[in-house]
């Protein structure tokens, strides 16, 4: 491997020799529109719309398949270029339905963008548009081929990547069109990738159809929740209500991928399934309360029973949660720490992306707070849980009082919470989790914690304060600091903390 030396557009670039005029471009912040070419699918170099000139060369080349050679001198924008670039966009278009206004993918589709930068001003094609129908792919994609670019990255994706094939091209020129193979048809763990990959509203995740409109939605960075993998994430926002996940590159981890599961984990943390409400017990029930009273009424609880409380952290708190919530607990003097034991799924054990330990921040949780035992093996009669807890969590019979400082109160455990105090959501709170391999990555706070929620670490310098308790802490940099500490290796990824931003401004 050397490096050699190109021109492009007259500024002088170092790319390595196996790169291609398309990678070295890129690498250099320079755009060349494309759709077939993805840089985790091999090359096939069919949409024609990333041609270029190369001084010395006759023809227009693709720069997504020309290697690069020392000396070089590439065009991307010259009069022959935007012609050939207008011509391939105008054959798109000729059979395109246009239906922009009705499209799942309009505010964030390549080929809207393209046809805008690129394209003609007007269609000269007056006869009948062919029309495929629509149609479903799988149990969890519809399929509209009129929209389809046939970049094939779809088919290659099921082919190369997931060796499961499923889709295929059928058909030839105008009427080709993609399908999928009748005999084993489009179903699996990591099948709604092909949304993502695709550049335009040809396949669309049916969960996402019709959801909201991209240009009104906020985007924030974050990481899939639902196993220790720890899938970077793009979390987009309606308001205040999470919507849809995408994957965020991130080529230690997930590169561009994510599994189905982490595709829809948006849903166990929608409002219609959290308890936004402070709560607390009075008269043998649990009634909603004014949440300053709430928390001073917690607050005089935990005064005259300090002594009889065991503290319990779930494996979806983050890693500043966890010490924060360590270290006030050591301040008061509690010794007791247990866990919830994340769900383990067997099958899950080798598979691609998917890992069996079904929690975030396990790892992260032991590092912490090694010594925590089970929530089963708990021996005090009052226990105080933090974080987000499963539907189906128990706790042994022994314990009487329950302080649940949680997103939702499972049906199992509802006579014994005492005070429930409804905690931040995902996308509402910063903080890290370690992944199953020791990896350090952050969330982002995309917006205010909803209704009476309260970010946890906030929650705790309330109840120091209250309490007379001092803390090595005062705030959520402090405990990131902290992290360091157990986490040497952690870097805090500041771009992750940039102002939440809109799809459609890009
Ligand atoms: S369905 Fe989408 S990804 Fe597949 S070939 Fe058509 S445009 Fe490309
Ligand atoms: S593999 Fe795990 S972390 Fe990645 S998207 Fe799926 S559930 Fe989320
Ligand atoms: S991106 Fe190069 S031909 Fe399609």
């Known amino acids: 491997m050397s490096r050699v030396k190109i021109k492009i557009d007259g500024r002088e670039i170092e790319a390595e020799d196996w790169m291609t005029i398309m ?8 755009e060349i529109p494309h759709f077939c070419y ?17 001084e010395g060369v006759p023809k227009l080349q693709t720069s997504c398949s020309t290697k690069v050679s020392d000396g070089m001198v590439v065009w991307t924008d010259t009069e022959e270029v935007r012609r050939a670039r207008a011509d391939a966009l105008e054959f798109l278009l000729i059979n395109h339905p ?7 993918k309009a505010g964030e589709c390549t080929l809207q963008d393209y046809v805008f930068k690129y394209g003609k001003p007007q269609s000269r094609f007056k006869e009948k548009k062919r029309d495929f129908g629509k149609r479903d792919i799988s149990s969890k994609i519809k399929i509209r081929p009129n929209r389809c670019v046939l970049c094939t990255r779809c088919v290659r994706y099921a082919q190369d990547l997931l060796k499961t094939g499923g889709l295929c091209v059928v058909e030839r020129g105008g009427k080709a069109n993609i399908t999928v193979y009748p005999e084993n048809g489009f179903e699996g763990d990591y099948t709604l990738n092909v949304t993502t990959l695709c ?16 240009v009104y939605l906020k985007v924030a960075g974050s990481v899939c929740p639902l196993c ?16 849809r996940v995408r994957p965020r590159k991130n080529l230690k981890v997930n590169y561009y991928w994510l599994c189905d599961y982490g595709y829809l984990s948006y849903k166990s943390f929608a409002l219609s399934e959290r308890e936004i409400h402070a709560l607390e017990r009075k008269n043998f029930s649990l009634v909603r309360g004014i949440q300053e009273k709430v928390i001073q009424n917690l607050c005089d609880f935990i005064k005259n029973h300090s002594k009889e409380i065991g503290v319990c952290v779930s494996p979806f708190l983050t890693n500043e949660e966890i010490i924060a919530i360590k270290e006030f607990g050591s301040s008061m003097g509690i010794n007791s720490f247990y866990f919830i034991p994340p769900e383990y799924v067997k099958e899950h054990e080798n598979a691609w992306l998917l890992k069996a330990e079904k929690a975030p921040n396990m790892n992260g949780l032991r590092k912490i707070l090694p010594s925590a035992k089970e929530i089963s093996s708990a021996e005090e009669k009052i226990i105080a849980i933090f974080g987000w807890i499963m539907k189906d969590t128990s706790i042994p019979s022994r314990v009487e009082k329950i302080i649940l400082v949680s997103n939702r109160i499972p049906e199992n455990l509802k006579e014994k919470v005492e005070f429930f105090i409804p ?11 370690t992944n199953f391999e020791g990896r350090v990555q952050w969330l982002t706070n995309a917006i205010e914690p909803v209704g009476e929620s ?29 992290v360091k500490e157990y986490f040497p290796e952690a870097e805090v990824e500041r771009e992750i903390r940039d102002p939440v931003r809109k799809i459609g401004v890009r």
């Open 23 to 30: 990678q070295a471009a890129q690498s250099a912040g320079i």
């Open 454 to 482: 309260v970010r946890i670490i906030d929650f705790i310098l309330f109840l120091s304060k209250a309490l007379k308790v001092s803390l090595k802490f005062s705030s959520t940099e402090d405990l990131v600091k902290m």
């Open 228 to 243: 220790s993998m720890g899938c970077n994430v793009f979390l987009d926002l309606k308001g205040i209500e999470p919507v």
């Open 423 to 433: 905690e931040a959501g995902w996308a509402e709170k910063f903080g890290s989790w």
């Open 98 to 104: 246009l239906d922009c206004p009705q499209c799942e």
């Open 38 to 54: 993805h840089p985790a699918l091999k090359v096939v170099a069919t949409c024609r719309l990333c041609v270029v000139k190369i």
């Open 199 to 214: 550049p335009v509203g040809a396949l669309i995740a049916k969960d996402w159809a019709y959801r909201a409109r991209p």
